[in-house]
């Protein structure tokens, strides 16, 4: 095993990365439940301290960035054109976050495997996204849009944007934006009869 | 503050809801924090073994009967009309089920504010609705809904459910049949207004 040298020396960001990385790299090996902070900071290069000077504990390690993304696709929400129904309004947001998304494939495999194989980070990570449709919907209200109605929109956006992560990660080569244009698309399927039936 | 007794006796039945009961009582009135499961126990005229018989811990004697509740809403599922598409399919299963989530309302209520009050039960309950997701998809996958649809069905048919449950909670008088109807036709025009983008 090999530290991390990310070639970003000490920066504040180098820093965090090296933990993900390493934390990453320990729950993989040894299970959440095995693995410290300690042991995450030692393999990382830094002391115990500079750990918790980061993250709170051994589980927001896996959950950088959460806020920062809610935010970014709420404000995409507040900007798209005015007149926009609520579900493509949805749509735009996402697309216009889809490089963030496609970002670092290899990593965020391994941090959904490791979490949907953990109880604890699974249910961590329900509740980052019903944080995230907390945040679409009252991004939508600001539009204008019904509580009742926002709320609605959030859950099925945020729907579709879990199944087209899920295939994204499961290594569709087609890429987010196609990805969530199909999604959205097949909403419609819903409410309509199974013509093969 | 008097020990319940709902006159079942020492039935089974019985002391589980004197459980829930007493449970409900001490978190309004101490918050969850500062109540044991044999502060609970000691309410509900109980020993701390007997409640431990009925319940893991202090957490779950409020999310009883979840997966009975998800088992059934799967059967409704199962068994709806051949050739109804999944959206319609998810009502038909939630309104078969409106007598079960009517009852109750005063204790549903306060457990409803009690757990969005409190971080730990709040994050409890997201799993309980992301489980009941799961058990819907499933459900839709074996009457031959393509999982992609089914997970993205699921989602939105929970959406709704949620809706219609928060507004009951609310104290609207309508009964679930009706705010589930509205609901879902309100669903149908988002979905509608993003087909014609």
């Known amino acids: 095993m090999v530290r991390y040298d990310d070639g970003m020396g000490g920066s504040r960001k180098g820093v965090r990365q090296r933990l993900q990385h390493a934390a990453l790299e320990l729950y993989a090996e040894r299970g959440f439940e095995r693995t410290t902070a ?3 900071a030692a393999l990382a290069g830094v002391t115990e301290r500079t750990y918790f000077r ?11 960035g959460e806020a920062a993304l ?30 963030i998304f496609e970002r670092d494939w290899a990593l965020k495999e391994r941090r959904y495997r490791i979490v949907a194989a953990t109880p604890e ?32 929109a959030a859950g ?11 295939e994204w990660l499961a290594g569709s ?15 419609g399927l819903l409410i309509e009869a199974n013509k093969d039936e």
């Not at 980061?54 to 950088?64: A, G, I, S, T, Y």
């Not at 080569?173 to 909403?187: H, I, K, M, T, V």
């Open 38 to 40: 300690a042991d995450i």
């Open 54 to 64: 980061h993250f709170p504990d051994k589980r927001e390690v896996l959950f950088d």
């Open 70 to 99: 809610a935010a970014s696709l709420a404000d995409a929400v507040l900007t798209a054109p005015p007149g926009l129904p609520p579900l493509p309004t949805l749509l735009a947001a996402f697309l216009s976050a889809a490089a």
């Open 121 to 152: 980070l699974h249910e961590r990570e329900l509740s980052k996204w019903a944080h995230l449709t907390e945040a679409l919907a009252s991004a939508l209200e600001q539009r204008g849009v019904r509580p009742s109605v926002a709320s609605l």
């Open 156 to 166: 099925c956006g945020t729907a579709v944007l879990s199944r087209a992560r899920l």
């Open 173 to 187: 080569q087609r890429g987010y934006p196609a990805l969530l244009n199909d999604a959205f698309a097949e909403l």
